[in-house]
């Protein structure tokens, strides 16, 4: 069993920078792809950057560019950098892992879940 705990989040002003981090316990997650996705009130969870075992990554048009997703196998933790961060960005941000080593946006193909952290930003 993997547990997966996200950390990082808050309240920001737009234009700031944030960075997540996803710690995991259980199992190494050298062979794991993981990602990150986001929910905000009213809305699907929807996909927002992967990152395959071997560095390959996706994100999701919104982001590209603002957002990097990294990864640290020796500390067994995924990272989201996020900068210039907009008031659309605000949602619950939760960290993801599948047993495959190929990226996947979608939420029914990930077998971990985070239980989330809050971004925020202010106008």
């Known amino acids: 069993q993997v547990q997966l705990v996200e950390s990082g989040g808050g309240l920001v002003q737009a234009g700031d920078s944030l960075r997540l981090s996803c710690a995991a316990s259980?199992?190494?997650?050298?062979?794991?792809?993981m990602g990150w996705f986001r929910q905000a009130p009213g809305k699907e969870r929807e996909f927002v950057a992967a990152?395959?075992?071997?560095?390959?990554?996706t994100y999701a048009g919104s982001v590209k560019g603002r957002f990097t997703i990294s990864r640290d196998n020796a500390k067994n933790t995924v990272y989201l950098q996020m900068n210039s961060l907009k008031p659309e960005d605000t949602a619950l941000y939760y960290c993801?892992?599948?047993?495959?080593?190929?990226?996947?946006?979608?939420?029914?193909?990930?077998?971990?879940w985070g239980q989330g952290t809050q971004v925020t930003v202010s106008s």
């Open positions: 990152i395959s075992w071997d560095g390959g990554n």
């Open positions: 259980g199992r190494t997650l050298s062979s794991t792809t």
């Open positions: 993801a892992g599948r047993s495959s080593k190929f990226v996947a946006t979608t939420t029914a193909l990930y077998n971990y």
